[in-house]
């Protein structure tokens, strides 16, 4: 069974960082996609950005300059590090890959930026 196990959020202000991993289990294939999405509050998901098996990456214009994801797939985990945040980047991040061609989501961690 599939598990995504994120970490790393939390209380931080304005202009401050945060790193978050997700490290996914029960997988023996290869991953191809990994991404990070944000919910704030109601139902709009956010791609916030997304690296691929090859490396190459994509991110929403709102966290461009700011946000770094990369991952390590010896240990099929995923890291977006976070910095100069503001209080609009306050949300739940969430894990997310595509393996075979099917998704899989995280619980999600709850990121909050003060001002």
């Known amino acids: 069974q599939v598990q995504l196990v994120e970490s790393g959020g939390g209380l931080v202000q304005a202009g401050g960082s945060l790193r978050l991993s997700c490290a996914a289990s029960?997988?023996?294939?290869?991953?191809?996609?990994m991404a990070w999405y944000r919910q704030a509050p109601g139902p709009k998901r956010e791609l916030v950005a997304l690296?691929?098996?090859?490396?190459?990456?994509n991110y929403a214009d709102s966290v461009k300059g700011r946000f770094t994801i990369s991952r390590d797939n010896a240990k099929n985990t995923v890291y977006l590090q976070m910095n100069s945040l503001k209080p609009e980047d306050t949300a739940v991040y969430i894990c997310?890959?595509?393996?075979?061609?099917?998704?899989?989501w995280g619980q999600g961690t709850q990121v909050t930026v003060s001002s």
């Open positions: 997310n890959i595509v393996a075979v061609g099917k998704g899989y």
């Open positions: 029960g997988i023996d294939f290869s991953i191809n996609l």
């Open positions: 690296i691929t098996s090859t490396g190459r990456t």
